[in-house]
């Protein structure tokens, strides 16, 4: 499984931005897949997570401003930011899971065993 993040950037405060994560290679019929982002100094945190089925979940920072969505004929995960603010100033990854749906610690980085290398997201 080979994940690589894109579409991250600079942009103002209150502007919108997506991200596309791709996957190649062999993937799983059943998975969870989720954003996770860390901002410099500080752990990295899950923001949002949907299964194979279309069932999501976010993050409460989140909630209401960003939108997780996949596209399985192309492989590709979304993440659409909306209202960006400069906390959401972080390092992007994208990352899955062989599961039936997303269990309750996906929010745990160890939950998921890959990851992509991350596209950075900078807002001011």
């Known amino acids: 499984v080979q994940l690589v993040e894109s579409g991250g950037g600079p942009v103002q405060a209150g502007e919108s931005l997506k991200l596309s994560c791709e996957v190649s290679?062999?993937?799983?019929?059943?998975?969870?897949m989720a954003w996770f982002r860390q901002a410099t100094g500080k752990e990295r945190e899950a923001v949002a997570a949907?299964?194979?089925?279309?069932?999501?979940k976010y993050a409460d920072s989140v909630k209401g401003r960003f939108t997780i969505s996949q596209d399985n004929a192309k492989k590709t995960l979304y993440l659409q930011m909306n209202s960006l603010k400069s906390d959401d100033t972080a390092m992007y990854y994208c990352?899955?899971?062989?599961?039936?749906?997303?269990?309750?610690?996906?929010?745990?980085?160890?939950?998921?065993?890959?990851w992509g290398p991350g596209t950075q997201v900078t807002v001011s």
């Open positions: 990352a899955a899971v062989e599961k039936d749906f997303c269990p309750r610690t996906w929010t745990v980085e160890m939950t998921f065993g890959d």
């Open positions: 290679g062999y993937f799983y019929s059943r998975y969870c």
């Open positions: 949907i299964d194979v089925g279309g069932s999501t």
